[in-house]
């Protein structure tokens, strides 16, 4: 069982340089979606493969991960994809960062850590003043998609994001993924893991309006 890491460490107040995005893609007009705790980014070399027309970038908390993935990214020449160390909340929050939101369609939030403990939900990536800042900063049409196999958290998420009037909850049964950062609905590292251990998923899509 990993041990997780405390976002709220000050080791992360220190943000890494942030590229333009014409350094980072190769076509940085593409649509850009954002994977927030993409671990070693297995799904996100997935989606960047088959959907060359999309950038993704995947945030990730674990510099060891972030630093391996940046390396399989230069060695296979992918120019779509990009990753970035550190707490999300700090990243996105940072002045220098203000420009990615220009061209994010979409951010997803795969199967988060719960942080089960009452005094460590202040640690659970999802926050009213990151819903707050994402809600200043997308664009209208933006989705958010959450997706956990714990069901407080589900409900933790769901509340926060649902307390923010800039956000509606959209019925997954009506939603086009064809047109998505995900058209084959690849799955992610955890949610294989869940799929073969039939323990339930919970997931919902939001956008911005
Ligand atoms: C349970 S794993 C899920 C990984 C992947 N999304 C999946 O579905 O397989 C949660 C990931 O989020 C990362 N993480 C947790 N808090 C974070 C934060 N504040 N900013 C960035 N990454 C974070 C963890 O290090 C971990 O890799």
Known sequence: MRQHVNPLSRNFNEIERIPA?????????SNLHLDIGCAAGEFLFD??????????????IRERLVKTAKLKVRERDIKNLYFIFG??????????????????????????????????????VIQPEFL????????????????????????YMDCIISNNFNFKKIDKNDFNFSESFN?????????????????????????KI
């Open 21 to 29: 995005l014409i350094e980072m893609f190769g076509d940085s007009k």
């Open 47 to 60: 989606l960047a493969l088959i959907n060359t027309n999309w950038n993704y970038i995947g945030i990730e």
């Open 87 to 124: 707490n999300a909340n700090n990243i996105l929050h940072d002045v220098q960062s203000k420009f990615i939101f220009k061209n994010v369609k979409s951010i997803s939030f795969n199967f988060p850590d719960p942080w089960f403990k009452k005094r460590h939900y202040k640690r659970r």
């Open 132 to 155: 707050n800042l994402l809600s200043n900063s997308l664009q209208k049409g933006s989705l958010i998609f959450i997706k956990t196999d714990v069901k407080d958290l589900f409900d």
């Open 183 to 207: 058209p084959s609905q690849v799955k992610t590292n955890r949610e294989k893991y869940v799929i073969v251990n039939q323990l339930d998923i919970f997931e919902r899509i939001y956008i």
